[in-house]
């Protein structure tokens, strides 16, 4: 199993960030207009193999390339719901159905995968966490903007149509976080509602962190130091 210091907990945040916080932001970059736009600040939004729901013999296979440092949000299995969308024959008009519909699907899913393989010699493949199931987030309501240049409009098990909504997402998500640099292949996907399937396989290249070079302290850091560079005089 990977090193739990590289997986965020439900309970812990990320930079100020609840899951509930990140599961909206990638909700909302999932339905913009460049999706595959992957890097969201110093956050990297993977995501399953959309318009395949019902084959298990097509992947979504990419290759992305971040520094040390960029924390990486792992979507295994989600849905998401809109209010005025239909569930079960019946308009959602309410938060509490919203959430009813919602869950209903989460609960359906499953069995499910999430693997980090390390590119050395001999090769290793963990499991990202001991039980994914423990990994089950819910955003708040929240205003959903679905572009009407979105790539997957039609792609999703209900076609979508562009517009403001208030929505919910939730699922199973894993934040990966400070791995080290190196050439990683993650992994994941799972089963839910009405045969749905998604696989998804990343090349993920870590590089090493640019070194800030006006930060000069560190080992060899001694007072004679603060006088090297002299400051322009206030005016």
Known sequence: MLDEAHVLDTNENYRGLSYGDLITMWQKWLMSDNPDRTNYGDILFLRGSIGHHANKSVYLRASVRIEQGTAILVPIVTT?????????????????????????????????????????????????VKNIQSFRVESQPFELDISDKNPFLCKMDIPLTPGIYTALVSGYFILLRDLPACSYRLRFGGYGMNRFYTDSVYKIKVTERETNPWDISGFRFTANHSILRKKKPCR
């Open 80 to 128: 998401h719901y809109n209010l005025g969308e239909k569930y079960e024959g019946s308009i959602i008009k309410n938060v509490f159905s919203l959430k009813k519909a919602v869950k209903a699907h989460v609960d359906a899913a499953g069995p499910f995968w999430a693997t980090l393989e390390k590119f050395q010699k001999p090769s290793i493949v963990l499991r990202l």
